[in-house]
């Protein structure tokens, strides 16, 4: 019986052309669920009375694409319950923790393959029309003016990250305290619009 459920799940994934869109969508109606069963809340006091454990926690989820609608359902579970200001500074950090450690798996990780995507016609192309087009300190900012948008919002940080940790020199440290303040202040608003 177990052998013929995993079969079927298999054939199922396999006619699914979009598997990580799938899942995305999967865990965002998951997650809603969950918040409509105050799921959320309940996990929440069982961490402990005040939420900020589970602030913390949805912090580290906020910044991975699959698990950030976890964290907002956490977020706007318990928006009510903590202050804003000091969830938000709590859950920066947890959210700088998993940016960091993005960082470094990119940096190390798929330096290669960005060096060899920077000379893919694509974006060959994309960079000849941007050169033509914008100077080099608008390319900046636009490059900072994406990424910052991804890290902040409950979009994957993953795509933010990587554009900063791919195509720029950015060190460790300094990195840290960009994130943490973009993942702080898009937390806040989570936070401040569910109260």
Known sequence: MCYNNIMILK???EKIQYPKIFLLILIIAISYIL???DFF???AKILNSHGYIS???AGLLFSYGFTAPLAVGFFVSLASSVNIFLAALIAGIGA???D???FQFIRSSFQDEFDKLKLHWFFRKIHKVINNHLGQRIKKYALWVIAGFLIASP???EFGVSLISGFTD???KVFGVISYCLNTAGILVILWLAA
């Open 11 to 13: 054939r199922l994934a």
């Open 35 to 37: 918040f409509r069963a």
């Open 155 to 157: 979009l994957p940080d």
């Open 96 to 98: 700088v923790i998993s």
């Open 41 to 43: 809340t309940v996990f």
């Open 55 to 57: 602030i913390f926690i």
């Open 170 to 172: 950015m060190n460790k």
């Open 100 to 102: 960091i450690i993005i």
